[in-house]
T-cell receptor
Framework: GEEVAQTPKHLVRGEGQKAKLYCAPI?????VFWYQQVLKNEFKFLIS????????ETGMPKERFSAKCLPNSPCSLEIQATKLEDSAVYFC???????????????FGPGTRLTVL | AQSVTQLDSQVPVFEEAPVELRCNYS??????LFWYVQYPNQGLQLLLK??????LVKGINGFEAEFNKSQTSFHLRKPSVHISDTAEYFC?????????????FGTGTQLKVEL
């Protein structure tokens, strides 16, 4: 499609429960990025993929967070045993390529708001 | 490593007045520069970007920004704002080479347009 799609829009979990978020990138885009927006203003990079391969995972809290981008499936971000501080809006973005001029703009989805109670 | 500073957390302005939202960055390598806008409860929409070439970049909705390499700035301007411009504005950078193209964001500037 022409837009990045994210599901669900809202997700509520009790502390310790699992949360799974999904992202469908724009058709033809090879790169997928996940960002966490905490407290409305702070964006934190989590992980990026080139097709189904992890490209950069320097922002991922490895203990409880995992992500995948499998062929012919939406990408996913999973949080095992959620904590209160995981409450945030999680944005997915996609781009056609990396570092190649006009094609590396990242287009963002509408986000998934995760609330951990 | 790179960082982005948006010194103004809030900018109130009257409708039809000009506005400038400031952005300064720090990076040891060359960067791409972006401005995104976020309306309430929505995702980020690209306003404009600087990759190379002319340092004055024009974007959507009448916004423009000027890249100043010596001052490491990329300030966003609009000559006459409208009520509908009320939103959060984020400046962001990504590395020109390597780095995986991840975006580093500033903390945002809330533009509030008043009648």
């Amino acid at each position: 499609g022409e837009e990045v799609a994210q599901t669900p829009k809202h997700l509520v979990r009790g502390e310790g429960q699992k949360a799974k978020l999904y992202c469908a990138p724009i058709k033809g885009h090879s790169y997928v990025f996940w960002y966490q927006q905490v407290l409305k203003n702070e964006f934190k990079f989590l992980i990026s993929f080139q097709n189904e391969n992890v490209f950069d995972e320097t922002g991922m809290p490895k203990e409880r967070f995992s992500a995948k981008c499998l062929p012919n499936s939406p990408c996913s971000l999973e949080i095992q045993a959620t904590k209160l501080e995981d409450s945030a809006v999680y944005f997915c973005a996609s781009s056609r390529a990396v570092g190649t001029g006009s094609t590396d703009t990242q287009y963002f989805g509408p986000g998934t708001r995760l609330t951990v109670l | 490593a790179q960082s982005v500073t948006q010194l103004d957390s809030q900018v109130p302005v009257f409708e039809e007045a000009p506005v400038e939202l400031r952005c300064n960055y720090s990076s040891s390598v060359s960067v791409y520069l972006f401005w995104y806008v976020q309306y309430p409860n929505q995702g980020l929409q690209l306003l404009l970007k600087y990759l190379s070439g002319s340092t004055l970049v024009k974007g959507i909705n009448g916004f423009e920004a000027e890249f100043n390499k010596s001052q490491t700035s990329f300030h966003l301007r609009k000559p006459s704002v409208h009520i509908s411009d009320t939103a959060e504005y984020f400046c962001a950078v990504s590395q020109l080479t390597g780095g995986g193209n991840k975006l580093t964001f500033g903390t945002g500037t809330q533009l509030k347009v008043e009648l």
